[in-house]
């Protein structure tokens, strides 16, 4: 695994934690950050995992499970309210747009796994 991918990833769920403590932590908004802080950090976490030596089919395993928490972590972004804050709009596509970045780096290694 790359020690680079992995710094980003963390950076990532660092990014989206911060982020997170600039919102409004209301009642619709709280449930959303609590998943969207477990989702984000999960990315990382999956990949590391992955990364262990226990065989391509759990390495695989891992790899999509971490694809899969960062669509969610796009999910969880989009329903959070920011009450038309440009700055926290600009933020939160920012974040969206790297999010799908992590996805689609994903997606290669897992097809590239399976060849």
């Known amino acids: ?3 680079e991918l992995e ?3 963390f950076n990532y769920a660092k990014h989206v934690r911060d ?3 600039k919102l409004k932590w209301n009642t619709i908004n709280l449930v959303y950050i609590r998943q969207l802080v477990r989702s984000s950090s999960s990315i990382d976490a999956n990949y590391l ?6 065989g391509k089919s759990d390495e695989r ?3 999509k499970i971490a ?4 669509k969610e972590t796009n999910y969880w972004l989009q329903l959070l309210i920011t009450y038309n804050d440009p700055e926290l709009e600009k ?3 920012v974040l969206i747009e790297e999010g799908n970045q992590i996805r ?3 997606s290669s290694i897992v097809s590239k796994l399976v060849g």
Do not use: G, N, T
């Open 7 to 9: 710094d980003r990833f």
């Open 1 to 3: 695994m790359s020690k």
């Open 49 to 54: 995992e992955a990364s262990d030596d226990i």
């Open 104 to 106: 689609k780096i994903l």
């Open 61 to 63: 395993m891992k790899i």
């Open 67 to 70: 694809r899969r928490e960062a």
């Open 91 to 93: 933020e939160k596509l």
């Open 19 to 21: 982020f997170c403590q």
